[in-house]
């Protein structure tokens, strides 16, 4: 069965932003140590109000939209969420929500199902260590593992959600049984880009040459646990499965493994920023994509223009709409996916060089240059301003392949301990 946001026949052709990822407010209850948002304490300066954001819910039912994600920082510190969970749901949207999980208390839990919550996506990046230094506190690990249990008790579908990066790349399979075994139905891998928190730490983005052991081996645990499903009878819908986000791929031999769904078989057909999709940040600033830096790729303000005006007009909302292989550049302008692929994932390609139209982070343009006897090797270049969805920047080079790694060993700190 599709879910809501998965595209039908009669959008094909026109811009409707089917699925919608809603920053609701900066304010966190973490202050990971790789977040693009570089969320914290502290809200936005002039987070929309309660009211304010009933009126861009009414717009997204009037523009089409299916499925709405709320996040954060933490969607659940706004204690108007459930109002506005109820608004979206009674227009039937449905309503999702991405989570660190350390507020996600039973009691919580129940009362987002109760405001008609239909699922919640727990972010795991790896067993308790790792995890922990990532999420930069001793004890979000479990608090986040409880919260996996906490939304199953309180009827919610329940995925989970890792970054992908140098700290967590060789633990896959750990993770990967861990949300099997806690009766995770999906669990989503997407690589962390130097975005935000985590521009500041470039020897924990991976290296282009390192797509080849990441989907290789994502692929092989997929596999077993599909073979172990049928095996046991279990029926494919109900398997569990890894998936990969935009910006892990492309065109290998597990694309359509790792990327199709069990109504649905994919393979990835570039960028849909602006086309199907929306980002909204919690101040009324409209993008394409939540994950899009902000400074580039805002299209206006919801209190400015309205939200209709802001979609169907303004270009940096609309990049991928029209445009064809002439942005291109490198390797990807010459790619035998060039026409489809367009470069993979835009804020990925942005955060890392600076600008859209070529991607290393690529299993196939690793595997023709390994065939050549080259890797690439990014090299970081400058530092992120501070600022939320802010990036640095890394210049790219090519050299004879190795079996060693270039970027150093990772560094470890004492972490503060969760209340």
């Given amino acids: 069965m599709a879910t809501a946001r998965s595209l039908r026949q009669s959008d094909l052709g026109k811009n409707i932003p089917v699925y919608v990822v809603w920053e609701i407010t900066l304010r966190c209850d973490h202050a990971c140590a790789h977040c693009g948002s570089r969320a914290g304490p502290s809200t936005r300066d002039d987070e929309l109000s309660t009211e304010e954001m009933f009126e861009v819910g009414d717009a997204l039912a009037r523009l089409g939209t299916r499925e709405v994600t709320l996040i954060g920082g933490e969607a659940y510190l706004r204690g108007d969420c459930y109002d506005l969970i109820r608004h979206l749901a009674k227009q039937g949207i449905r309503v999702t929500m991405q989570s660190g999980g350390r507020g996600l208390t039973a009691t919580r839990c129940r009362k987002l199902k109760e405001a008609g919550l239909a699922a919640i996506g727990v972010s795991i990046d790896g067993p308790q260590e790792i995890h922990d230094m990532l999420r930069n506190a001793e004890g979000s690990f479990e608090s986040a593992m409880n919260a996996v249990q906490h939304a199953r008790d309180a009827g919610m579908i329940v995925t989970t959600n890792s970054q992908v990066n140098r700290a967590n790349m060789h633990v896959l399979r750990d993770i990967a049984m861990m949300m099997k075994d806690a009766g995770v139905l999906i669990w989503r891998a997407q690589m962390t880009a130097p975005m935000g928190a985590a521009a500041d730490r470039p020897e924990w983005i991976l290296q282009p040459y390192h797509m080849l052991e990441v989907l290789d081996t994502l692929a092989e645990v997929q596999k077993e646990v599909l073979q172990e499903a049928h095996d046991k009878a279990i029926p494919l819908k109900r398997a569990f499965r890894i998936a990969i986000g935009n910006n892990l791929g492309y ?79 490198g390797f990807c302008k010459s790619c035998y996916y060039a026409d489809v692929c367009r470069a993979g994932c835009s804020f990925t390609t942005h955060s890392t060089l600076g600008k859209r139209g070529n991607n290393p982070h690529c299993w196939h343009r690793a595997n023709e240059l390994k065939k050549q006897g080259k890797r690439e090797i990014l090299r970081h270049k400058h530092k992120a301003p501070g600022d939320p969805y802010d990036f640095g920047c890394f210049e790219l080079d090519i050299e004879d392949w190795s079996d060693e790694d270039y970027t150093p060993t990772l560094s470890r700190k004492k972490l503060p301990v969760l209340a």
């Avoid at 990327?259 to 602006?274: F, I, K, V």
């Fill in 251 to 329: 065109y290998g031999p597990h694309e359509q493994l790792l990327r199709s769904r069990p109504e649905q078989e994919r393979y990835w057909q570039g960028c849909q920023a602006g086309k199907y999709v929306m980002g909204i940040e919690s101040d009324g600033k409209i993008k394409g994509c939540p994950s899009l830096p902000t400074a580039p790729y805002i299209g206006g303000n919801v209190r400015d223009l309205s939200l209709e005006d802001i979609w169907n007009t303004t270009p940096e909302v609309a990049f991928t709409r029209d445009r064809g292989t002439s942005e291109l550049w």
